[in-house]
């Protein structure tokens, strides 16, 4: 009844079914897996957030690593060295137009200097000259930012080179220290709290850390196409055997009547 399993046509077909059932688990909890790690990330963005800020030397020194810290709220206080102000290049704002982030150092009290994203400006004119850029707050302030990892190959930025004075395409602490010539603290402040009697850059809005993704809902599309493999294997075969019983049915010979013997007899 079932030797048609046996054809090379149904044999490939369940080989190929037996391959999809754990391909498709394991893409399922891959997509679990991600769904998992977006909910750790926005859990340490929000408690990062919500965090007492600290002064920046607490959790960076020149050649740092601040990947442990970022989102953490930080302080610091010195004096804006315009002359090392820089633009990055090909940076959007919250609705997507495209322009450049201000990053100032600050020049702390000891001499070291820790970079300071100020925020957002558009681009318009001549995009190989310095762009006109709001003039930071002169003599001492306090900033108040967010702590951020210096970019690197990693984050998937090209760092493009030749460009025009004073335009980068990466915020990279190392980098701007051999501009700045003197000592500056790994990662940068992400500014929060601009004056906010002065027209300066457009500040960088705060992480989303709400939102989960669709990650858990592709998980469970996976597993349950993997479900439906054997179901519709099993569907399949039905089908096939019902077809070729009744294609059997159809071609056995009909019993016809002996029409001589009819014939002969009598009335």
């Keep these: 009844m079932y030797r048609f ?12 079914g037996l391959v999809l059932i754990p391909v498709m688990i394991k893409l399922g909890f891959w997509q679990f897996h991600r769904h998992e790690h977006r909910v750790a990330r926005n859990d340490f963005v929000a ?45 959007t704002d919250a609705d997507g137009k495209s322009g450049y982030m201000v990053l100032s150092p600050l020049v702390l009290a000891d001499g070291r200097a820790v970079l ?12 190989t000259k310095f762009p006109e850029v709001p003039a930071p707050p002169s003599g001492k302030v306090t900033v108040t930012g967010r702590l951020r990892a210096d970019e690197t190959d990693s984050s998937g930025i090209k760092d493009t080179r030749g460009l025009p004075p004073r335009q980068v395409m990466r915020i990279n602490s190392e980098r701007q220290a051999q501009f700045l010539h003197r000592p500056v603290l790994g990662g940068y402040i992400e500014l929060t709290d601009p004056d906010p009697g002065a027209k300066g850059p457009e500040p960088v809005a705060a992480p989303d850390h709400d939102s989960i993704g669709p990650h858990m809902a592709y998980a469970v599309q996976w597993w349950l196409f993997a479900a439906f493999v054997p179901v519709g294997w099993i569907i399949l075969v039905r089908r096939e055997r019902r077809d070729r019983a009744a294609g059997t049915a159809s071609a056995a010979p009909v019993a016809q009547p002996d029409v001589a013997r009819t014939a002969a007899t009598p009335e």
Excluded: C, M
């Design 116 to 127: 300071v994203n100020r925020g957002w400006i558009p681009s318009t004119g001549d995009l």
């Design 5 to 16: 399993l046996l054809s090379r046509q149904w044999v490939i077909l369940t080989l190929v």
């Design 47 to 91: 408690r990062s957030l919500a965090a007492d800020p600290v002064p920046v030397t607490k959790l960076s020194a020149p050649g740092k690593d601040v990947s442990d810290d970022v989102w953490r709220r930080v302080t610091a206080s010195g004096t804006f060295d315009t002359k090392g102000e820089v633009v990055v290049r090909l940076r």
